[in-house]
């Protein structure tokens, strides 16, 4: 236990940066117009998307059992 306690001045100042990062980083510090939120948000929404992407649904599971098995026969035309 004595060993790790080197580690404790190191491990207190990464917290505390982390915390007074995410705090200075924020946009208006938790301030957000209502309105304007609403605003953007639609704005996004009604966005063309880039040619070549579309909205799909989400690629069918495959149902696999994590064994592998060999046809037990081929089929011959």
Do not use: Q, Y
Request: hydrophobic letters at 45%.
């Amino acid at each position: 236990m004595e060993v790790l306690l080197w580690l404790a001045p190191a491990v207190v100042v990464t917290v505390l940066a982390m915390a007074w990062v995410s705090w200075v980083g924020r946009d208006g510090h938790g301030e957000v117009d209502r309105d304007v939120a609403v605003e953007r948000m639609g704005r996004a929404l009604g966005k063309e998307l880039p040619a070549g992407t579309r909205r799909t649904s989400a690629p069918a599971r495959d149902r696999s059992t994590g064994i592998a098995v060999r046809p037990s026969h081929t089929r011959r035309p």
